[in-house]
């Protein structure tokens, strides 16, 4: 499942012209060769929580924006998981990249415009955070941390005001993180019964 999920991100960067192009087709018809079950959707789920696990290193006062709880990875995996499950039917969503996905998904009237604007609000977020620790830290950055002295920097470059602009701004993640957790679960239990 996991190299299927690669393929939907693959793309041919090499090469003769003529040759791209069929290479694209085979890539594209093995991720999207078949419609996943519900074992393929728990599998999905199962990765997610691993990487959760081995990789956010979350814990009291500090949040992985890309791989903890509700983070960008919750996105991105709803959105591959729905993409193998309704691709093979709908060509369009054979999108690499997250936003086009979602777009497509909502479209196709696969996502409701609820979990849409939900989701793509939340990557936004997500993506404007994650992007502006690595200008301010000129490295690539996960991390939130309550007690980071630079958090209400961060905030206040991010349009946050007040003396409690880190305190907001931990907030609003919050709120955004659980809102996409709930998303990701609800989709996940919904298509594994789906598809038993």
């Not at 003529?18 to 419609?35: G, K, M, N, Q």
């Not at 789920?45 to 500090?62: I, K, S, T």
């Not at 002295?149 to 709120?175: F, K, N």
Request: hydrophobic share 40%; aromatic share 8%; net charge neutral.
């Amino acid at each position: 499942m996991w190299e299927r999920q690669a393929l939907i991100k693959a793309r041919v960067v090499a090469g003769d012209l003529p040759f791209r192009e069929p290479v694209a087709e085979v890539l594209e018809s093995i991720a999207y060769a078949e419609e996943i079950d519900a074992a393929g959707v728990a599998e999905i789920d199962r990765l997610r929580g691993r990487m959760e696990q081995e990789l956010a290193q979350e814990g009291r006062g500090r949040f992985n924006i890309k791989t903890g709880r509700g983070g960008i990875v919750d996105i991105e995996f709803l959105v591959q998981m729905l993409q193998l499950r309704y691709g093979r039917r709908f060509p369009v969503l054979r999108q690499r990249a997250t936003l086009p996905a979602l777009e497509a998904l909502h479209a196709c009237g696969v996502l409701p415009a609820d979990d849409f604007h939900l989701l793509l609000r939340g990557y936004r977020f997500l993506r404007t955070v994650e992007n502006r620790l690595r200008i301010e830290r000129d490295r690539p950055v996960e991390a939130l941390e309550s007690g980071d002295e630079q958090l209400t920097a961060l905030a206040r470059r991010l349009g946050y005001e007040g003396d409690d602009a880190a305190a907001r701004l931990l907030t609003d993640y919050q709120i955004q993180r659980e809102a996409i957790r709930a998303c990701y679960t609800r989709w996940f239990v919904q298509e594994r019964g789906n598809r038993q």
